[in-house]
């Protein structure tokens, strides 16, 4: 019988040292299932260069010579990096590496690894919480490594409702003709497509390696001149968030990760949308339309467009993410829960 290698750690709390192991950090992205491009190292790489948080650890799981499982931190307290959205005198604490731009979060762990690594978990946050007064995972959703992953018997742990992310389940091709939408939505739409089909011909481009950066700027522009007629500012306004996003988009694109949507009425750019892709789930992250163009309902134009190409390419989700805004229910989605996760000494 062939000895089992023995299950190990490593933790990393350099940005040199996390960018070398990212090779097989993708590879283990790409393996393990029911994950999102939110725990990905296209993703957790750019927020980790873009918003430099001081300190973090990346904890690499091995069993022998093999990737098994990741778990991406952070420690946070009045000057970490999430200190933006913590309460004053807030005490050190561990939370998710990529926390406020991440609809979801967790950590990255192959299905048969899962009692293993929970094993030598347990003693590395007993340990670790000798130090930080707690640790809080948010955004798990139903089936999240961190969501039942036990924890050691001398911590205290509560388990309370996370922001839910509407989702609209698709059709696959063949078993129905239609997107499975409201008949109010789909006359809506339709009214609206006739009306901006008599000024011009419509049609949606995905960008490319060599067209990503030029639609990106279109994505920011349609953006920002939107909240700019509100006289409010965009969440893609900053210099830091827009150098973000490019970095992430790129290196997603470069997974096959990203799906950037331009909405074109005759040459002029009138909506963008930002999907992302994993498994057969297509995730909504952001949108932008130009407002002169608003009475056209531009917006719902390229949702209706991103969830046939959703369907197409063998979807059978499209992610609204997290969020109750109205407008999601109204292409008839439906909650999907997530969990946050406080763990303490």
Known sequence: MQAVEPLTLTVVANLKDAFWFEPEWSALWRQATET???????????????????????????????????????VNGPEGPLRHIEA?????????LGEGVSDYLDMLC???ERSSVGKLFQAWLADQ?????????QQLREN????SMPIPSSLHEKVLPGVPCPVVRLREPGTGAELPLPESTKRNVQTSLRAIQKI???SLKIADRLSLDSTISVLFSLHAKRWRRRGLPGVLETPEKQAFYREAFRALLQASALDLFTL????????SLAAFRKDPVLYYYIGAFDPDYAKFSPGNLIILQVMEFARTAGCH?????????????????????????????
């Open 88 to 96: 004053k005198g807030t005490q050190p604490g561990l939370r998710l």
């Open 264 to 271: 074109f009425l005759r040459d002029v750019p009138i909506a």
């Open 110 to 112: 192959l299905q048969e």
């Open 317 to 345: 989700t499209f992610d609204f993410l997290r969020g109750g805004e109205p407008y999601k229910y109204k292409w008839g989605a439906e909650d999907q829960p997530t969990y946050i996760r406080k763990v303490w000494r």
């Open 200 to 202: 011009g011909r419509l």
């Open 129 to 137: 919480l000798v130090h930080c007064q707690s640790a809080q995972f």
């Open 36 to 74: 999102t491009p939110f725990q990905s190292p296209a993703w957790l790489i750019a927020w980790l260069r873009s918003f430099q948080p001081v300190p973090f650890k990346v904890i690499f799981f091995r069993r022998g010579e093999r990737l098994v499982a990741v778990l991406p931190l952070v």
């Open 144 to 147: 999240a490594v961190l969501r």
